[in-house]
């Protein structure tokens, strides 16, 4: 269960930074980041009065931390996807968010892994670089490309940490407390700016209105599968999100995949093979 729930973390994860990577071509990253996150706000509060067992408001703390650290890092990712070079923001990022919680995993929370599902981990990683490969893009990355990326890798991984310090009853409260957070912050950058919120075209909203609904029910799946299965596994498998990204640009876009790009999805099943049999 742990591994399918992970699976379907990655998979979302990727669906919802597609869709964020197409929205922040059109318009502010900042706009992208406020709006899909009201979406997700409203429709995780619904789903947390109906799904958690109680509330705790210790845990709605841990998660508006943790989205602090999401806000910065999914601000980044969406500026870097818009921006270019992909084939470097997305290996960067994702195997940086993979690295950050694994190492908290294995060193502080005492995660221990047989030598499969060791392989697994490191299969895992080889596939989002694989996956994400994009070489002639390469020339084009600059010290400020790289650097944002890391950042946001950093931020997603510490935004894993902190959730996963909360409890599975109080699960998905704690993706309220970081909606909220950064809700709150961006709504009052808005509104010192005098900036409009809403995009006018009704494409670009119904965009973010899919960004939004699906990166947050990817961060909610996150707590499920951490509790099932540990930080380490989760956080790892979750990082194959490129591989939903890069198929969608495929099926999409028809962006054509390399034999890098092809090896990387064959790692990413090899990885979860090796993970399940562990």
Same mark, same amino acid.
């Given at each position: 269960?742990?591994?399918?729930l ?8 990727g ?8 929205a ?15 979406v997700?706000?409203? &429709? ?11 509330f ?8 508006a ?12 990712l ?13 290996p ?7 690295a ?12 221990r892994l ?6 697994g981990?490191?299969? *895992?990683?080889?596939?989002? &670089? ?9 020339r084009?990355a ?11 890798g ?7 940490v ?5 409890a599975?009853?109080s699960?998905?409260?704690?993706i ?15 509104a010192a ?6 995009p006018?075209?009704?494409q670009?909203?119904?965009l973010?209105? &899919?960004?939004?609904?699906i990166d ?6 996150f707590? !499920?599968a951490?509790e099932?299965?540990?930080?380490t ?7 194959? !999100? ?6 969608? *640009?495929?099926?999409?876009? &028809? ?8 090896a990387g ?6 990885a ?7």
């Amino acid at each position: 269960m742990a591994i399918l729930l992970s699976l379907m973390t990655a998979a979302l994860f990727g669906t919802g930074d597609f869709l964020g990577g197409l929205a922040g071509k059109r318009m502010r990253v900042l706009q992208v980041v406020l709006v899909s996150h009201l979406v997700g706000l409203v &429709g995780i509060t619904a789903a947390s009065v109906v799904l958690a067992e109680r509330f705790i408001a210790g845990d709605l703390l841990w998660g508006a931390l943790g989205g602090a650290a999401g806000g910065v890092g999914i601000a980044l990712l969406y500026r870097g996807l818009a921006q270019g070079p992909m084939g470097v923001v997305a290996p960067l990022t994702a195997i940086t968010s993979a690295a950050v919680p694994a190492g908290w995993g294995l060193v502080v929370n005492g995660d221990r892994l047989d030598p499969s599902a060791a392989l697994g981990v490191l299969a *895992a990683l080889v596939a989002t &670089g694989l996956v994400s490969w994009a070489p002639d893009e390469r020339r084009d990355a600059t010290a400020r490309v790289v650097g944002e990326a890391l950042l946001a890798g950093a931020g997603f991984g510490l935004m894993f940490v902190a959730l996963d310090q909360t409890a599975s009853a109080s699960a998905p409260w704690p993706i309220v407390g970081a909606r909220l957070l950064t809700c709150s912050v961006l709504l009052a950058v808005f509104a010192a700016r005098r900036d409009h919120i809403l995009p006018s075209a009704s494409q670009d909203r119904r965009l973010l209105l &899919g960004a939004g609904l699906i990166d947050t029910t990817s961060n909610a799946l996150f707590l !499920y599968a951490n509790e099932e299965g540990g930080l380490t596994i989760a956080a790892v498998l979750s990082s194959l !999100y490129p591989v939903a990204t890069v198929a969608l *640009a495929r099926l999409v876009l &028809g962006e054509r995949l390399t034999r890098v790009q092809q090896a990387g999805f064959l790692a990413a099943l090899t990885a979860t093979v090796l993970i399940a049999s562990g």
